[in-house]
């Protein structure tokens, strides 16, 4: 399934949708949309080989965890289409990046509008942090770091099978401050799984702040080489550069893909917080009436009612 729009387009969708989302709600993993918008417009839109999607455009309710009398659970992995030999498999790591990926999920029509609604609910499946249940997740994610781990031992799985289609991964930065990343990043690279690509968002922030102030990594790059896997270094908002690395040889080694952002990359208003970004709600109706105005005004968009 490929989108009409270009994945420019689709990009400022996502940080509009976000950004309305935000205001209406007095509060958002806003930064996040600025900082990964063009990776996932671009994995959705052009770069992941997935079907059309198999599940319910409006998100079903949460119909519980899996369990002998729950034989019909599913993982919201459907909405990435049906698993398949041929098919890629995407991973979505960083949970906290869950309302990015259903304004995703909808720019590119695979979900509805109206599931938004849902956000946070009570007994919802669109969860505010992303599930294994939750629209475009196919594992819980809650603890960073085990995405990578468990889309290893996915290409693995399918090396051996002998399937054509990639495993790939959406990160977030502050995963590799994890141990276990490395730990899977060794065991991809002693197993030669050229089928396993990983890009990551690297905005050099976190939830305590800048990253550099609470567990600098150093240089990552340098460190993902070292293991003897592919290590590309990007500008994570220029999509031809995206398409570029993606077309890198690799053979035999996993391929990971560095996309430096910006945390308000589209929403310049933001710098006024940074570091503290990862979060953004308002203290006060004034600053919320004002950075209404103020992005809205960088989006394109007229101020948001509500």
């Known amino acids: 399934m490929k989108n009409k729009l270009n994945s420019e387009d689709i990009a400022l969708g996502i940080r509009r949708r976000v950004f309305e989302h935000c205001i209406k709600n007095n509060g958002a993993y806003l930064s996040q949309a600025c900082s990964s918008a063009e990776q996932l417009a671009w994995l959705y839109n052009e770069a992941l080989n997935i079907g059309d999607s198999i599940m319910p455009s409006i998100p079903e309710s949460f119909s ?17 289409g049906p698993i398949s030999s041929e098919y ?9 990046y869950a309302l990015v990926a259903y304004a995703t999920l909808i720019e590119v029509g695979r979900m509805a509008p109206e599931g938004l609604s849902m956000f946070n609910q009570d007994g919802s499946s669109v969860e505010i942090i992303g599930a294994e249940h939750s629209p475009g997740m196919e594992m819980h994610n809650g603890t960073l ?5 468990t889309a290893a031992g996915i290409a693995y799985g399918r090396k051996l099978n002998k399937d054509s289609g990639d495993t790939c991964v959406f990160m977030s930065d502050g995963e590799l401050q994890e141990g276990q990343i490395w730990e899977a990043l060794q ?17 050099e922030q976190q ?5 550099s102030d609470v567990l600098d990594i150093g240089n990552i790059q340098k460190k993902i080489n070292s293991f003897g896997a592919k290590c590309i270094e990007i500008d994570g908002h220029d999509i031809e550069a995206m398409r570029q690395a993606k077309n890198e040889k690799h053979k035999d080694q996993p391929l990971i893909i560095l996309a430096r952002t910006s945390p308000y990359k589209g929403m310049e208003y933001l710098k006024k ?6 979060y953004v709600r308002f203290k006060s109706e004034e600053e919320r009436s004002k950075m209404n105005l103020e992005i809205s005004k960088e989006l394109g968009i007229d101020p948001i009612e509500y």
Do not use: C, E, Q
Not at 64 to 80: D, M, S
Not at 207 to 211: C, E, I, Q
């Open 88 to 96: 890629d498999r995407f991973i979505f790591a960083p949970a906290h």
């Open 187 to 203: 065991v991809s690279v002693y197993y030669k799984l050229d089928n396993l690509w990983a890009i990551v968002d690297v905005n």
């Open 207 to 211: 939830v305590d702040g800048a990253m």
């Open 145 to 149: 770091g085990i995405g990578l781990s």
């Open 273 to 278: 917080r940074f570091p503290r970004l990862h």
């Open 64 to 80: 519980g965890v899996p369990h002998i009398n729950n034989k019909n659970y599913k993982t919201g992995a459907g909405y990435n």
